[in-house]
């Protein structure tokens, strides 16, 4: 990989990885499975979100799992392809994988929130902080049983794991998707506060 700081020469490189990461990312596979699966289109369901917790609203737990798999495998797919050219060129696919499950052009620019493809990120960038980040989750849904207080913890936290470990590129990568999550749980956040957020399999909004 050339000097990452001879824009001239790397910025084909890191667009190219931004647009194949956007590409990767934008993928719906929340929608292909529910209509693969005879469900009709998943955004007329629940939440109208296209990820495995209104997937999961279904009743379909298996068509939930391969949602979440396949949301979070895009991310870290994107990751994995690009990895031996650099650092740069990694965050860049990294950031348009994101995007690109959260404003996917097929959708016009509606897309999921983004959680699980984060947390795809996050492992193939760091297993320990990957790791770290799903059992905050985990922890998180296990005590409260509310996906978005989980989501909105884990994605906070991230960043912090990522500094814990001397990672201050992917610190501040992580701190910018993390910042586009919340901001994507807008309303989750103002029913949290007003304790109306419904709980992990109940009917209602994500």
Not at 21 to 41: E, H, K, Q, V
Not at 166 to 190: C, E, F, P, T
């Amino acid at each position: 990989m050339p000097n990452p700081m001879d824009w001239g020469v790397s910025a084909p490189y890191l667009l190219a990885a931004l647009l194949g990461g956007y590409l990767l990312g934008s993928i719906p596979f929340g929608l292909i499975l529910t209509r693969l699966a005879g469900m009709g289109d998943i955004r007329a369901i629940g939440s109208g979100n296209i990820g495995a917790t209104n997937v999961l609203r279904t009743g379909n737990r298996w068509l939930a799992l391969m949602t979440l798999v396949l949301d979070g495998g895009k991310g870290a797919v994107a990751v994995l392809i690009v990895q031996n050219y650099g650092p740069d060129v990694t965050v860049s696919a990294a950031a348009g994988a994101f995007f690109g499950h959260l404003f996917p052009v097929w959708l016009r620019f509606k897309g999921g929130k983004g959680m699980a493809t984060f947390l795809g990120i996050a492992l193939a960038l760091n297993l320990a902080v990957g790791v770290l980040a799903c059992a905050t989750w985990a922890a998180v849904a296990a005590v409260l049983r509310i996906s978005s207080a989980a989501t909105l913890a884990a994605a906070a936290l991230t960043p912090l794991y990522f500094w814990w470990f001397g990672q201050d590129q992917l610190m501040q990568l992580s701190l910018l998707l993390a910042v586009a999550i919340w901001l994507k749980h807008y309303d989750n956040i103002r029913r949290l506060m007003a304790g109306e957020e419904p709980r992990i399999g109940a009917s209602g909004s994500k």
